[in-house]
């Protein structure tokens, strides 16, 4: 095969981010909103990077030298990073030419840069005809995203791989698929983009500070978590509302927060909605509140008119797939 072409899932924390850096469990949806990644292989020895939702038109790279230029573009790091690590691990080189495009903006925190990483590996695999077993394509994915950015659980690599809502333990070490249903969630977008490392550093930093009391957040977010577990396999939504806002109290307290957060989920929980936090590292990107038929266009209104952007996107949707 010299062309393939694979999509993969965008993503939505629903419960637990932040204490699953630190290996407890969090609840993870995929969305419909997908990423295109075709790689073909060519006759030199460059790698060619065409990515132009992130303002890539072109990016070449010698295969000999991936990974070494400190000045490569952001959009293209967890691309060429991966093909280091796929042709490290199966010891093989070739001229590659890899497009990405997306149909969600990098913005929005949907987790683009996962689930780039994700495609890339397995449209190697695919074009190398190397069997990966899921576990092995999430092991490499892990690999490059924290050789690019040296933080994070992998809970975003995995909902891209297996798709649906995932019950996952930092760092891969449990997932436990909790269905392909999806959930009457309305996704309002803040409009800030937000810089998942640097929160993570943030949240480093207040455990540091307060080991016993920031212990004791997670402790907490993880009876969240569980609890949401046996509550969204019933379908419970006003307990399952009642636990988000749970959730957020706890995620304000570790300082992640953000007024622009506040005010959309302030006004959601005004219009009806059974509950609503923020979702993925905080300090900008999107929150997300869970309604019924009845509540949803008043909550989507209020969003709007607090000066949010809300975002039609359905959860529980396919992992990987070509
Ligand atoms: O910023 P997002 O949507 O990629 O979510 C980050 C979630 C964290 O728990 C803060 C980090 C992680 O890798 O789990």
Redesign the pocket.
Known sequence: MSKVEISTPGKL?LFG??S??YGHP?IVTAVDQRMNVVAEIQENSNLQIIAPEVGLSSYSQDINNLGKNPNIPKGARFVETAVRNFFEKFNMRSGLRIETKSDFSSEF?F?SSSAVTVGVVKVLSELFDVKLKEQELFDLSYKTVLDVQG??????LAAAIWGGTLWFVGGGKTIIPLGRSSLPIVVGYTGIK?D?PT??RKVEEENRKYPKIIGKIFEAITLITEEAKDVLERRDWTRLGELMNLNQGLLDSLGVNTRELSSLIYAAREAGAFGAKL???GGG?CMIALVDSQTRGAVERMIDKAGGKVLQVKTGAEGIKK
């Open positions: 924390m981010e932040h699953v850096v969090c925190g987790g933080v994070g659980s992998g809970f975003d937000a998942t929160l993570i979702s993925g590292a990107d």
